[in-house]
């Protein structure tokens, strides 16, 4: 079965089945890489935006997006990488964060901020804590801007005592 | 515009793109070669991930260099199967790790100079290009972040760690000119608007490094020679890294996994 005609909105919900391996409670909608959906005669592009230029599971996602589809009855299915404008966290939608939060991951506290080499280079002290996603409490630390992926940091609650990743605000 | 007009222009692009894929290359390589080495858990999972950035930057400008030489190059075929005379990056990023201090003062000199390079670039005529100038720009941040914290620290820190800094500044400042010094290419590409002004890239990189040795009690070296030839010929030391690195896809070539 081919599958040529249908709206963008139901390619949408087809890919909220395509979850980030490395955060498998989201979908792709939901962490803003599709850009776009597009009909091209039987064809259906989709476009996504990385994450981060490293991001080692991209490539996974173009993947499952192209098998996701298939399996979905759209046999011609193409991805694009597009890279304007860049991805940002303040995509993610508050529901989102809260099943970030759910799953034990502080989700990205505040907007995204440019900020000026003077500001970047200007060691940083007292910065807004984290909440912690198991107590909820404000009393945390962070250990490491760089985690386990390059989205995460690592943080450290001193009321609950325990380790935990933070989606860092990007 | 005539036929020739434009292959000239794509190689013209086409040598610009690699200069800015195999800086980012071949100074990814060298961070990751911290991986399981660095001095505490956190600083190695740091330069990994820096690595990573670096390698996924180098990705999208060569696939792109690639597409603009229409001659069936991928990334890959830029990056394993290319000889070392053939590599455009300049000098100091294929430079030896060193010790911690050589690695980081050398980060925070190519962090200062990828900032403003980019922050000129994602203004680029050339949208491709503007748009993965704009995916970087947003990584350097945290990575000059990182590197000009670890500089103040080592710098205003222990005897050693002092001492070290400022040894690594002075070995490397001979090769910080070369990031600066256009030649024909960088000055064709930015009077098309796709490239960026090197020298004004040069004068805010002397700002914020004048800045940060300061505060880190570094001295910055007094006015020296600059040594040249990068982007066209390279140290003893890239020839060495290059075998290590293109070995496995060049001894199992089209292998995937």
Not at chain 2, 63 to 76: H, M, Y
Not at chain 2, 188 to 213: E, T, Y
Not at chain 2, 222 to 241: C, I, N, P, Q
């Amino acid at each position: 079965m081919t599958k040529t005609i249908a709206t963008k909105e139901e390619v949408l919900e087809i890919l909220a089945e395509v979850k980030d391996p490395e955060l498998p409670v989201i979908d792709i909608v939901e962490l803003g890489i599709v850009r776009d959906v597009v009909f091209d005669g039987g064809r259906v592009r989709i476009d996504v935006t990385p994450t981060y230029s490293g991001c080692p599971a991209m490539e996974v996602i173009e993947r499952d997006i192209v098998t996701t589809l298939n399996s979905h009855g759209f046999s011609n299915v193409a991805v694009r990488s597009v890279f304007s404008p860049p991805w940002t966290t303040d995509w993610i939608s508050a529901s989102t964060k809260e099943k970030l939060r759910a799953y034990g991951i502080a989700p990205p506290s505040g907007a995204s901020k440019a900020g000026t080499a003077e500001e970047l280079v200007t060691i940083r002290r007292g910065r807004p804590a984290v909440e912690c996603p198991y107590c909820g409490s404000s009393n945390t630390e962070e250990k490491s801007e760089f985690g386990s992926t390059a989205c995460k940091a690592i943080h450290y609650c001193n009321s609950c005592h325990q380790p935990f990743d933070y989606f860092k605000s990007f | 515009m005539t036929q020739s007009e434009t292959s000239a222009d794509s190689a013209e692009l086409f040598e610009y793109l690699l200069r800015l894929g195999d800086d980012r290359l071949v100074l990814g390589h060298r961070l990751s070669e911290w991986c399981g080495h660095g001095p505490i858990l956190e600083e190695d999972i740091a330069l990994a991930n820096i690595a990573l950035d670096l390698i996924g930057q180098a990705t999208l400008y060569l696939r792109l260099a690639g597409e603009t030489e229409g001659k069936g190059r991928n990334e890959d075929a830029l990056a394993y199967f290319r000889e070392g005379v053939e590599f455009r990056n300049v000098q100091m990023v294929e430079l030896p790790r060193g010790d911690f201090a050589f690695t980081i003062v050398r980060q925070f000199f190519f962090d200062a100079y990828s900032y403003h390079l980019l922050e000129q670039l994602l203004r680029s005529t050339h949208a491709e290009l503007a748009g993965i100038a704009a995916k970087g720009y947003k990584e350097v941040r945290y990575h000059l972040r990182h590197s000009s914290d670890w500089v103040q620290r080592l710098g205003d820190g222990t005897e050693e760690s002092h001492a070290r800094a400022q040894k690594a500044v002075d070995d490397l400042w001979r090769f910080t000119g070369e990031m600066f010094t256009p030649d024909e290419i960088d000055e064709r590409m930015q009077a098309r608007g796709v490239g960026a002004d090197l020298p004004a890239v040069g004068k805010k990189w002397h700002s914020i490094v004048n800045d940060v040795l300061g505060r880190a009690t570094l001295s910055v070296p007094a006015e020296t020679f600059m040594l040249s030839g990068g982007r066209k010929g390279h140290t003893e030391y890239l020839g060495h890294m290059l075998a290590e690195m293109q070995i496995v896809a060049r001894s199992h070539p089209g292998v995937e996994w």
